[in-house]
């Protein structure tokens, strides 16, 4: 573990997925976030998995897709949320997805095993943080990973 930038693995994330975000003409903005002890390739790994996510569920026929990345502050944690403006997630199935194997798109062209989820789930929990989908989203999907502001003993 050590002190490392998320805006710096966001960015890093974003460039690995610089093919797939051209080829779904999306923009993704990174706002602000804070550095914190963690360890980088793990967390590097979930944003991959959630502004990849946004990338393959969050298009839209009627608009282009937009995915941001941006930080609030909640006291002790630091809060990252990764919000889209895609169809969004059913508020009855925000915990289900982050259960191995489970998917809400079952159709053969949404690749994927259904074990991204929890695995961001596991290293989010490594890092003695937590991981949701926000039920109350009205619009898109949004993902808040929560990572203490303290150091991990």
Request: net charge negative; proline share 6%; hydrophobic share 40%.
């Amino acid at each position: 573990m050590m002190t490392v930038d998320l805006g710096l693995l966001a960015q890093q994330a974003i460039e690995l997925l610089g093919h797939d975000i051209a080829a779904a003409d999306a923009e993704v903005r990174i706002d602000g976030l804070p550095s914190c002890v963690a360890a980088p390739d793990l967390l590097i790994r979930v944003f991959l998995n959630l502004i990849g996510n946004a990338l393959k569920y969050g298009r839209s026929a009627d608009r282009p897709l937009r995915i941001a990345v941006s930080s609030e502050d909640d006291g002790s944690w630091h809060r990252i949320v990764i919000k889209d403006n895609g169809p969004g997630i059913p508020p009855q199935n925000a915990e289900r997805i982050f259960e191995p194997s489970q998917r809400l798109v079952t159709d053969d062209k949404a690749e994927g095993s259904g074990f991204g989820l929890s695995i961001c789930a596991e290293i989010v929990k490594l890092h003695n943080g937590r991981i949701f989908a926000d039920k109350t989203s009205e619009t898109g999907a949004r993902f808040v990973m929560e990572l203490p502001k303290a150091p991990l003993q």
